[in-house]
């Protein structure tokens, strides 16, 4: 199980969050002091439970001032190595009003290099509730899903009670209820529904991902296969204008967009190749991001477009079999033939 260091306290407990206030007005030590605090909780339970995922959790984090002070504190205890696993954000939420920066919020703790989960999620709806109700909070239950499921490390949502029977809404909040995917009869609501709908097309969109793959390994062997055939043959002879005619149009785009030196490009296993590399991968990786790609497909169109560089080296080899040779062997050694 997860523990859940909180850097304030939680909503539910509204008289300590009262005598929080209080005390924060006559004494601004406590806040001061807040960050020192959070730290040696935070290193305490590492100690006590090497094991455990330590994460900050919080309501009302995914915008606005305090949204800011969040993200800056767990960006601070990260940066001063404070053994910190995850973040929480709640997710007490009002019927129609999911904050529109959830995910945004989400990407940014994440890019942090934290793990980041839904902790409480509920979605309250004011009385009485009507079929129209249900379905917007099966609509905000399905915009959270979404939204986790868009960043790559948003691990997971929790709801607070799986079912309106034993909610805590009802009796914190006057005049609101049914904030749960379950009724108080234990029926799935659309929220429920809405849920599982969510999830199904993230399947969809890995099959989908799949596919891609499968396509892209199907260019690579043909870029290899060409290359061999190129290699090989005296067709070289003809020299590199001839067959750039017919060069897979991985290469025409390292041409034309990258302006790539194809003759001086080095994609040895040696310091300098490496170097060289590292700079096409650079470039290339910096298009894939425009593209909108995840990082599968960016990782296999990168490797496409490094042997796209050697095909293009052995085109502008012209008749010199030997130049051909040397960078057919100079690859062999990176392990990209």
Known sequence: MPIGITWNLDPVAASRVSRMSMVRQRNVFVSISLKIRVRVRFRTARKVDPAAKLY????????????????????????????????????????????????????????????????????????????????????????????????????????????????????????????????????????????????????????????????????????DAWLSYVGRTDEISNGPHHLLESTPALVQLLMDEFEVDFQNTDLSAEEGGLQDIQVLAANVMDFLTDEELNEAEQLYVLVAFLRAVKVAQCLQAGPNTVEVLEILRRDIQAHLV
């Open 56 to 223: 900050l959790n919080e309501y009302n984090n995914e915008s606005g001032a305090k949204g800011d002070a969040f993200y800056n504190l767990a960006k601070e205890l990260v940066k001063s190595g404070v053994p910190i696993d995850g973040v929480g954000i709640q997710g007490h939420y009002i019927l129609g009003s999911v904050p529109t920066t959830l995910q945004k919020r989400m990407k940014a703790l994440g890019d942090l290099g934290l793990d980041v989960a839904i902790t409480e999620l509920d979605i309250r709806i004011a009385n009485p509730t009507t079929e129209a109700k249900l379905q917007q909070q099966a609509k905000d239950f399905e915009d959270v899903t979404k939204a986790c499921l868009a960043v790559s490390k948003c691990v997971g949502i929790t709801s607070s009670t799986f079912t309106d029977k034993y909610s805590w809404v009802p009796t914190t909040f006057e005049g609101f209820d049914n904030a749960n995917p379950w009724n108080k009869n234990l029926e799935k609501k659309p929220a429920y529904h809405a849920i599982s709908k969510a999830i199904s097309s993230i399947d969809k969109r890995m099959r989908d991902q799949l596919e891609y793959v499968d396509l892209q390994n199907v260019e690579l062997m043909r870029l």
